[in-house]
């Protein structure tokens, strides 16, 4: 396992890859006990590890809106169904819970739905902000609601100067 730190408007990321796929991106910045820590650019860095920072460059400066990037994410059958309907969410867009399970053809599993998103090991990758309560309030993010907020605000700029 090898993990790179970028530098980004919402905090310090943490990148990690397993192989050739992105398995994790997180504000914790705890993870390293057993990974090598890559400073960025380095013989050991992955392809993956320079792809995401790439992309993700791309993304907060408004010129990437979908992640090409390699995903690994280890969870459950119905987290992966979760993850993917994420994925299905517009740029710059947000649905509810019940909404994203509604499009999951689980309508009454809209809490296992939060669940499953809170589980997300790859955020903005696998885009879990986008995703709101019934009210249109900001709700749980691993990053903070700060963050998700950001996140939200910088999407909507972006497709405002489109």
Known sequence: ??????????????????????????????IADDAAVVSGGGQQESRVLQQTARELDEYF????????????ASGTTFQQAAWSALRTIPYGETISYGEQARRMGRPTAV???????????VGIIVPCHRVIGADGSLTGFGGGLAAKAWLLGHERAVLARS
């Open 61 to 72: 400066h408004g010129t990437r809106r979908t992640f090409d990037v390699t995903v690994a």
């Open 111 to 121: 809490r296992a739905v939060g669940g499953a998103n809170g589980r997300n090991p």
């Open 1 to 30: 396992m090898l993990i790179r730190r970028i530098d980004s408007p919402i905090g310090l990321l943490t990148l990690i890859a397993l192989d050739d796929a992105l398995v994790g991106l997180s504000w914790d910045e705890g």
